[in-house]
Every structure is written in structure tokens, then in C-alpha cells.
């Protein structure tokens, strides 16, 4: 074993024993308090009166006036029950109907009551939020830390009397219900026989307890609504207020500086907290649990004892997940995956082993309930924490998958140990200094605690930046960064003991879970790095195997060029991407998506501690009307500016690093032709930027009924001064798409014949056999006609006239031609070549012979072999190739 890992294992050893020390002092302590003096416990309860009546003692400023309390009706008014009209007698129908108006009208005047409770709470909390808010900007800072205590009390009991969760849930019930019932009985007043007799004493009455039960229905709707709304503003501003007094006690001390009486604090809650563990209470705790939640507890047990049962398996599988990466035959992305289960399973008999006790204690005291909380809370660090460690296992994710530095690995898996010995028991009883009996001692157990926790952090911080930094010590970032995360618990710990406790505390949880935050991002990434990196591997072998057909296939046609004298382009420019510009951008655009996902977490987790975040969406550039009567104006504040901002820059980077991305993990998936996915790319790089217009637009306050005027104008400019540009524009795009012209195709448009060589999205250019290149718009491939030679088949057919003179045998010379035909490399077998008796001339019998060619390049050479062939097989045969004949009468004229 090495030198580091002996030194871990005495941490670990020296933390259990100090532990141990100190549970065993405050055993003694309590033990010493209970039997030395038999008033010990009555000294303990007067010390807690005292403590009740300086509180009842605190001036009334103090207390919120307002005790935003309201939960959900009991029970929502009973649904209304009609009767059924054919069997029910009248009688029947008016006294259900009768029982049904009495129910609704006490439902109505019971909403109306608790609204008006609501209304009234609202009114008088907004007064008390402006004028407390007042209070607060005229105090500043300068605030005594009794204050502070003051506020955080009235935090708590904001967040002890809220609103009650379910009770807007149950407003949206009743809404819906209520709205039913008045479509029902409509339903039912439209159906009832009004009879024979108008003036029918009972059928009257029943008629107008309808109207009374519909209108009673619709003025309870009305009062539902009118309590919506104001339930929903009073739970926001509670929301409000409470964010508010957590703003400012963020900036204020919370507990006096540690001096000499601290640590007499101290030994009474180390007391204190001894002599609430008793078997007992703890008995109890777990007796109720077991009772209320016995089937989750067995579910979790045997969860643990199959994962303890399969953990060989597991690492075993981890271990061999890694055995194909870097394999290009054999990689696949799964295997990562696989491996990040296998170590989230290694991770987990810890958690459950906490979640387990989390649950055994949740039904006990407010001290075993504390302590369950601090169990659920250690078993999501224990989740991280274990997580990490077993991604830094050798042949694990960070050795395997990942290939992170081997002296950073091994500084986490020896260091790891020793931070979690020290923040478990700590997350355990920390919440214990959150309750009512264990409040006092905040600023004396929790501060130790806390302050442990901080050193802990950063000695942690400063193994492993030092591991980190080993072979880079020049790095000034990586020093920066190492001061930092040294520095940081430190100087917390410092303002703690100063008496910012619950600044101190607030921050260094923020600043654990950024850290988390951080590092799941970074998980992310390099799981998407890795695919990427499987995809791009691939891909590099598929492009090799086709650029060694390309090769071939252009060696081929150079040398029909070549033999038919025609000149066609020595490159094309097919739309295909390099393998090096694919992967800086796919790895530039999973960059900038994780790092917009890292800014985001964080504005948000920060944004509602530190106000100095929420100045930007105080300041007002400018102000847009709504189209709503009667509507306030709408903000756009300097936060809308600096989105509009990000999302324009953000539509820039995904545009510029797109194509990459979609080659990668998309097109290269897919069985496409040459061009397409080029055409999808394209398109797809439209769509983008025109969502990022709307969208960088709506934020800064830009309505488009505002700019219907804007539109026409423009539709009328491109209508007569851009007309040919958009035409070629839309008709570069349906070439993208209908593709009936693709590059290497060789077409015929007008008078030009030639190669296709390049595609673009106003033009196209075509090499003919000159070798000149014609820039062609793409307009006119659109609406002339087309000739494309080679777009589903490049077989030709090519028409060759020979002549014989007369006196020849006809099925000879038909014979002999379909002869030379078959007999030519070049000519095609299927479909077969032909000869046919065309035409008697002047002088000659006209014969056609007609064969098919594979390329429109061997027309040429095979012209030539066909006749040279042709004239010396008739030569052989005694036939003959007349000359043009021409009688020539010469008339003489007499006289002369």
C-alpha cells in the first residue's frame, strides 16, 4: 500500500475515534447533569420558559401582522342530483331540487366568506410587505444581529403558515364541478314536459327552483373565481415576502461572535443532544414507521440485499464494459452507458442503507424527525459523493471511457473516504439545530459543525487540486482555481465564526450544489464527447472506403474522357464535409449546449440569493403597448436585452457549428444519396436562423401586428426589385430537394451539354465537354425542359446509319452488323442492340444499327470502333459502300 493511501486510512481512522470521543463526553455530560443534581432537568425546562418569555417579550414590529393561514374546505358542496324525469315523480324532482338549493346556497355564502377572509388578508399582508420593505431600505445594513433573529423567525413562521398547498387544487375542482352542474341543468330544464296545463301549481314551482338552483350555481362559479384569483396573488405574495427576508438575511450577522461562552454552548448541546437519544423515544419512532411505511421499508432492504448479493457481478461488468472502447469495429456508445449504470448500482447500498433509517425515523419526536431528515439528505450526498468514486475506479468510466488523468483519478479514490467519514455524520445532525428545542444551539453545535465541514472541503480541495495540477504547475488558471477552492470554505468558516452563520451556511450549500451541478454537466458532456468520438471514428472508416470508390470511379472516367476526346471536370464539388471540421464543430456546438445549461442552473439557483442578479430585471429600457383593453404597458427591462442578446449569439454558434453536428449523429445514420444531406443541413440551417430572429425579436418587445406594414412593404420590394434573386432562391431549394439534378450528372439544358460540377442556391455550374465552365441560374432548371442523361440510369441509347448499294443481300448485311455490335465491349447486352432496313435512298440502301452504351463518354469511342468494325466486315464480305450517284442529262439545243 502506498504512502497516500496510509494516510487516507488514518483520516478515516482519527475522524471515527473523534466521534467517538465526542459522543462519549456528552453521554457522560447528560449522565453527570440527570444524577449529580436532581433539578437538572427543572433548570433545564425554567431556562426554557425564560427563553419563551423573552420571546413573547419582543416588540410587536416584530411579528408579522398578518398570519397568511388558509387550507382547503373540508368538504366541496355536494353534487347536485337530478332526478330522472321519467320515472321520478314531480314531488320527487321539486324536493331534490329544494335539498340541492339549500346545499349550493350555504356553499356559496361559505365561499364568500373565506374570500372575503382572503381579501382581506391580501390587503392587509400587501400593506404590511410595502411598509416592512419600506423599513428595510431606510435600515440599510445597519442592523443589529437580534434583528436578524428577528427576521428569521418571522421566515419561518411565513413558511410555517402558508398557503395550503392543495387548497388551489381544490378551487380548480370545484370550478370545474360547478360548471357541469350548469351545463346539466340546462340539460334538464330543456327536457322536463312542461304539460298539458300551464297554470299547473306544481310543474310552476319546479320550474323556478331551477332558475334559482342555476342562478345559485352561477353566482357560486363568480365567487369561485373572484377566490382563484385572489388565493392564487396572496400565495405569490407570501412567496415574495419570503424572498424578501431571505435577500436581506443573507447580508446580516445571524449569531453573535464566537467568544468564551460559545463553548459552554456547546457542552449543554452536546448534553442536550445526548439526552435525546433514548431507546424509548427511538423505539417508538421505529415502531410507528414500521407500521406506516413497513412495505416501502422491505422494498428498499431487499433492493439492498440483492445489489450486496450481485456486486461482484457488477464490477465484473463495469470492468468489461471497457474492454472494447477505442475498438472501431467493435465500440459502441452503449458500453458507456452500461458502465455509468454499473457504477450508479455500486453507488447505491450506502444511500439505501441511510434511506432506510431516513424512513425507520420520519414518524418519531421532532429531534428523531430532524435526524431523519439529515438521513435523506446524507443519502443524496452519499449518492454523489459514491457516484464519483466509483466513475475513478480503475476501468471505470473516468479510467476507461473517459481517459482522465490517471494522478487525478487516484487522488479521488484515496481522498474521497475521508470526506465522506466527515460530511455524513455532519449532514445527520445538522438539521437537529433547525428545531424547536435545538435552535439555541445554532450558532454553537451548528457552527462546529459547520466549521469541521468547511475543513474538511478544503483539504479536500487541496489534495485534489494538487493531483490536478502535478504535471501542469505553471498552469495560472489551475493556480487560480487551487487558491480558490482552498480559500473558499475558509474564509466562510471565517464568517461564520464572525457571526454570518447563516450567510456562511447559505453559500457554502449554494456553492455544494454548483458544484454538483457542474459536475453533471461535465458527465454529460464527456458521455456525449464519447459518442461523438464512437460516431466520428465510424464515419472515418466509412469515408475511407468511399473515397477509395470515388478514386476508382474517376480514374474510370478519366480514361473514357480520354479515349472520347471529350473534356469533362477532373473534380466535382460534391457538398461533403472534412472528417476535421466535423469534429471541431459537433465538439464546439455539445460545448456551448452544456455550457448554456451549466449558466442556467446556476442563474437560477443564484438569482434569488443575491440581488445584485435580479438589478437587471429592475431597469426599464422601454415599455410596449399590448393589444389587451385596458392592459398595463409591457417592461422590457435590461434582462430582456442581455437574453436577446444570448439568443442571438447562441443562433450564430448553433448555425456555425450545426452541419457537423447533424453529419455525426444524424445524416451519417441514414442511407442518403449524395446532396441530401447537404439539402437537410441547408434547411435546417434556415429554420434556425429564422427561429432565432422570431425569438430574439419577441424578447426585445417587437410585435409583428406592428409590422404588417413592414412585411407588405417588403413583400412588394421583393415582388419587383428582387424578384430573379428569390426566384433562383426558391428554386436552389426545390433542386435540394426534388433533385432532379445532382452533381457528376451529366445534363442538357438549352444548347449546353455537361457535367454537373457544383450546386449552390442561386446558381449551378456546369463543366461541357470544352471544358468551359457555365454558371447557370437556378431558375431555368425549374422552368425550361431538362435533359438530365444520368439521373436514374446512365445507359444510352446511340443510333448508327450505314449505307449499301443496291444489289446487296439485305439479311447479310443485317447480320453482319448485329455481329459487329455484339461483338463490342462497349454495347450492352440487355437491351440487346438491333439493326433494321430503314430506307431505300438515291443511291444506297439505308440501314440503322442500334445498341446501347452504360456512360454517355463512350458515345465517342464507340461510334468509332462500331464503324471501323462495320467497313471492314463488308469489305470481307464483298459488299459495297456506294458513292453518291448523280445522272447528268445533257440536252443539245439546235441551232447551236
Not at 364541478?177 to 330544464?189: D, G, S
Not at 448500482?345 to 421532532?366: D, S
Not at 476526346?565 to 464535409?577: A, F
Not at 413592414?710 to 430537394?737: M, T, W
Request: proline share 4%; with cysteine.
Amino acid at each position: 500500500m502506498n504512502c497516500p493511501s496510509l494516510c487516507s486510512c488514518r483520516w478515516f481512522r482519527a475522524l471515527c475515534l473523534i466521534w467517538a470521543i465526542i459522543l462519549l463526553c456528552s453521554a457522560v455530560l447528560a449522565h453527570a447533569e440527570q444524577h449529580n443534581n436532581g433539578g437538572g432537568e427543572k433548570t433545564e425546562d425554567e431556562g426554557t420558559e425564560t427563553a419563551i418569555e423573552e420571546k413573547k417579550e419582543e416588540p410587536e414590529e416584530a411579528r408579522p401582522a398578518v398570519q397568511p393561514e388558509l387550507e382547503a374546505e373540508a368538504e366541496a358542496p355536494p353534487q347536485i342530483q337530478l332526478p330522472d324525469t321519467e320515472t321520478a315523480d314531480i314531488r320527487q324532482q321539486i324536493q331534490a331540487l329544494r335539498t340541492s338549493l339549500d346545499q349550493r346556497l350555504v356553499a356559496v355564502e361559505s365561499t364568500r366568506n373565506r374570500l372575503t377572509y382572503a381579501e382581506s388578508l391580501l390587503n392587509r399582508l400587501r400593506d404590511e410587505y410595502e411598509s416592512f420593505e419600506l423599513r428595510l431600505e431606510k435600515a440599510g445594513l445597519n442592523l443589529t444581529g437580534d434583528y436578524a433573529n428577528l427576521l428569521k423567525q418571522r421566515l419561518e413562521r411565513l413558511k410555517r403558515q402558508g398557503i395550503a398547498n392543495d387548497l388551489i387544487l381544490d378551487i380548480e375542482d370545484q370550478l370545474s364541478t360547478a360548471r357541469e352542474e350548469q351545463l346539466r341543468l340546462e340539460e334538464f330544464e330543456a327536457i322536463i314536459d312542461p304539460g298539458d296545463d300551464a297554470r299547473d301549481q306544481l310543474r310552476s314551482q319546479r320550474a323556478s327552483l331551477i332558475r334559482q338552483l342555476h342562478k345559485a350555481v352561477t353566482e357560486h362559479i363568480q365567487v369561485l373565481n373572484e377566490y382563484y384569483s385572489t388565493v392564487s396573488a396572496l400565495k405569490d405574495r407570501v412567496e415574495a415576502y419570503q424572498i424578501l427576508l431571505q435577500q436581506r438575511l443573507f447580508w446580516l450577522p445571524s449569531a453573535p461572535v464566537v467568544g468564551a461562552e460559545t463553548l459552554t454552548e456547546l457542552l449543554n448541546a452536546a448534553a442536550r443532544f445526548a439526552g435525546h437519544l433514548r431507546v424509548d423515544p427511538l423505539s417508538d419512532a421505529v415502531g410507528k414507521s414500521v407500521k406506516e411505511r413497513g412495505g416501502r421499508i422491505a422494498v428498499l432492504i431487499t433492493l439492498l440485499a440483492l445489489l450486496l448479493v450481485k456486486r461482484r457481478a457488477i464490477k465484473h461488468n463495469l470492468d468489461s464494459n471497457g474492454q472494447y472502447v477505442g475498438n472501431v469495429g467493435q465500440d459502441r456508445i452503449d458500453f458507456t452507458l452500461y458502465a455509468f449504470a454499473n457504477s450508479v448500482l455500486l453507488a447505491l447500498p450506502g444511500v439505501l442503507v441511510l434511506a432506510v433509517g431516513a424512513l425507520l425515523l420520519m414518524e418519531g419526536n421532532n429531534f428523531y424527525s430532524a435526524l431523519s431528515k439529515g438521513l435523506a439528505t446524507a443519502a443524496l450526498v452519499t449518492l454523489l459523493l459514491a457516484f464519483i468514486k466509483n466513475v475513478a475506479r480503475r476501468g471505470g468510466l473516468g479510467d476507461a471511457h473517459f481517459h482522465w488523468h490517471i494522478d487525478s483519478l487516484r487522488a479521488i479514490r484515496q481522498e474521497l473516504p475521508f470526506l465522506l467519514a466527515v460530511i455524513i455524520p455532519i449532514t445527520i445532525i445538522l438539521p437537529t439545530t433547525a428545531t424547536p428545542d435545538g435552535s439555541e444551539f445554532e450558532g454553537s453545535l451548528g457552527r462546529l459543525l459547520f466549521t469541521t465541514a468547511s475543513i474538511a472541503l478544503s483539504v479536500f480541495a487541496q489534495r485534489i487540486m494538487r493531483a490536478v495540477r502535478a504535471d501542469r504547475p505553471q498552469n495560472r488558471f489551475l493556480f487560480a482555481l487551487h487558491i480558490l477552492a482552498v480559500a473558499t470554505p475558509l474564509l466562510l468558516v471565517v464568517a461564520s465564526l464572525m457571526g454570518y452563520h447563516y450567510t456562511a451556511l447559505e453559500l457554502e450549500r449554494n456553492l455544494f450544489i454548483s458544484i454538483c451541478w457542474i459536475a453533471f454537466n461535465a458527465m454529460l458532456f464527456y458521455v456525449g464527447l464519447r459518442a461523438l468520438s464512437v460516431r466520428e471514428r465510424r464515419l472515418t472508416l466509412e469515408r475511407l472506403r468511399e473515397h477509395r470508390e470515388a478514386e476508382r470511379k474517376v480514374a474510370d472516367n478519366k480514361e473514357a474522357a480520354e479515349s472520347s476526346g471529350e473534356g469533362v471536370p477532373q473534380t466535382l464539388d460534391m457538398p461533403e464535409m472534412d472528417l476535421k471540421d466535423i469534429s471541431q464543430q459537433s465538439t464546439a456546438l455539445l460545448r456551448i449546449l452544456v455550457s448554456a445549461l451549466v449558466i442556467s442552473g446556476l442563474w437560477l439557483l443564484w438569482a434569488g440569493l443575491i440581488p445584485a442578479l435580479e438589478m437587471f430585471d429592475n431597469i426599464t429600457l422601454w415599455t410596449i403597448v399590448t393589444d389587451l383593453k385596458g392592459g398595463d404597458p409591457l417592461p422590457i427591462t435590461l434582462g430582456d436585452l442581455l437574453l436577446a442578446l444570448l439568443v442571438g449569439i447562441g443562433t450564430v454558434l448553433a448555425v456555425k457549428n450545426l452541419p457537423g453536428t447533424l453529419e455525426v449523429m444524424v445524416l451519417s445514420r441514414m442511407k442518403l444519396e449524395p446532396g441530401t444531406g447537404y439539402a437537410i443541413t441547408t434547411l435546417t440551417t434556415y429554420t434556425l436562423v429564422l427561429i432565432g430572429v422570431v425569438v430574439f425579436l419577441g424578447v426585445i418587445g417587437v410585435q409583428w401586428s406592428k409590422l404588417q406594414w413592414l412585411v407588405a412593404a417588403l413583400g412588394v420590394g421583393l415582388g419587383f426589385g428582387l424578384q430573379e434573386i428569390v426566384a433562383n432562391f426558391v428554386s436552389g431549394i426545390i433542386l435540394l430537394f426534388e433533385r432532379p439534378i445532382r452533381v457528376g450528372d451529366t445534363v442538357t439544358i438549352g444548347s449546353i451539354t455537361g457535367t454537373v460540377s457544383r450546386i449552390r442556391i442561386r446558381a449551378t455550374t456546369l463543366v461541357d465537354w470544352d471544358r468551359k465552365e457555365q454558371i447557370i441560374p437556378n431558375k431555368t432548371f425549374v422552368t425550361q425542359d431538362l435533359t438530365n442523361w444520368t439521373l436514374s440510369d446512365s445507359i444510352t441509347r446511340v443510333i448508327l446509319h450505314v449505307g449499301v448499294a443496291y444489289g446487296s443481300d439485305v439479311d447479310q448485311v443485317q447480320e453482319l452488323l448485329t455481329k459487329v455490335a455484339q461483338n463490342n465491349e462497349s454495347v450492352v447486352e440487355d437491351p440487346a442492340p438491333a439493326v433494321f432496313c430503314v430506307g431505300l435512298g438515291d443511291s444506297r440502301i439505308d440501314f440503322e444499327l442500334r445498341v446501347f452504351v452504360k456512360d454517355p463518354l463512350d458515345i465517342m469511342p464507340l461510334s468509332h470502333e462500331i464503324h471501323a468494325e462495320t467497313t471492314r466486315a463488308l469489305h470481307e464480305a464483298g459488299i459495297e459502300i456506294p458513292y453518291p450517284q448523280h445522272d447528268v442529262h445533257v440536252k443539245t439545243i439546235a441551232g447551236t
